[in-house]
């Protein structure tokens, strides 16, 4: 179980909090995503549970230990995922690093070599491992970066966004392990900006905006708590200042469904229809505009609305 109770931090010169109470529960064998803009505060929080930051204000713990007064307890059962990773040694092999890191936990002998053999099948690296880690490609690295958390075969994993940049393959391969990882009743914290991912993966989902977090639930309760008929546009450039038509579309649209509620973020416009007889006229007045329309969608609230809805200011 991981848990967080009024958790606070700022850094250093920073105008405002990178997290403001966050209070949450993971529970075992459960798979909870991290969701919010660019700047919310999930890696903070990552880095938090993991010790390498300390919390002005709040406690928090993994299985039960604090992860300040009980420090080696509390990183025992924990396997960490950066995104940002920058601690593997460039000039060794793949599986030499392994070695290294598989040293440090206490791994010896048959034992280190077995393990490293099972964690290198698990993340499709049997052979590539041999190869210096300078020239992996991004996905071998942030495969090599889950095999090492895997080296202990710990209970708890902290996972901030494990597919960024990654190429398709290897971002599928990752969630595999992820899944494989749940059936075995690990316990995860993921944090992602792939929204097609966290519905596939997750049981629980937190959004983050400005370091508050502003909701939990299921994927279901995520969707149920916005109106149910959702219009979703975006637009792409055609010389057209963007901000000045979009005013302008709001407008219309608040004239024409005045009680939906309208989000926009930069070129993207989502419309929570509360009559759903007043869909095809707001559409209308979507492709009506001076902006070149890329795409309509129009159906039940999926959980991209619902990001865009909160990370928009709207409220659900």
Request: proline residues 3%; charged residues 25%.
């Amino acid at each position: 179980m991981i848990t967080l109770n009024n958790i606070c931090y700022r850094y250093p010169r920073a105008e405002r909090s990178a997290l403001d109470r966050v209070t949450l529960t993971v529970r075992p064998g459960e798979i909870f995503t991290l969701l919010g803009p660019n700047g919310a505060g999930k890696t903070t929080l990552i880095r938090i549970l993991s010790g390498l930051i300390i919390p002005q204000q709040g406690q928090a713990s993994i299985c039960g230990y604090d992860t300040l007064r009980d420090q080696y307890a509390a990183r025992q059962p924990l396997g960490l995922v950066l995104g940002d990773e920058r601690t593997f040694y460039y000039r060794l092999s793949g599986r030499q690093n392994l070695e290294f890191f598989g040293g440090l936990l206490g791994l010896r002998g048959r034992r280190i070599a077995d393990r490293i053999n099972e964690v290198l099948e698990m993340v499709g690296m049997t052979d590539s491992a041999k190869h210096p880690f300078m020239k992996f490609s991004t996905g071998m690295r942030k495969r090599l970066n889950f095999a090492r958390a895997l080296l202990s075969d710990p209970s708890v994993y902290l996972l901030d966004e494990p597919n960024s940049g990654v190429d398709p393959a290897s971002a599928s391969h990752i969630r595999e392990i992820i899944l494989d990882l749940k059936k075995r009743g690990k316990t995860i914290l993921l944090t992602t900006h792939n929204l097609q991912e966290a519905e596939r993966l997750s049981d629980a989902i937190g959004f983050l905006k400005a370091g508050i977090l502003l909701r939990t639930g299921s994927v279901s309760e995520f969707r149920s708590g916005i109106e149910r008929s959702c219009i979703s546009a975006i637009f792409g450039a055609n010389g057209t200042p963007i901000n000045v038509e979009m005013e302008k579309l709001v407008k219309r649209i608040r004239v024409c469904s005045p009680d939906s509620n309208v989000t926009v973020n930069d070129n993207r416009i989502s419309i929570s229809l509360s009559d759903k007889l007043e869909a095809n006229e707001v559409i209308n007045l979507l492709s009506g505009s001076s902006l070149h329309l890329e795409d309509v969608r129009y159906g039940d609230a999926s959980l991209e609305d619902v990001f865009f809805h909160l990370a928009g200011g709207g409220n659900v």
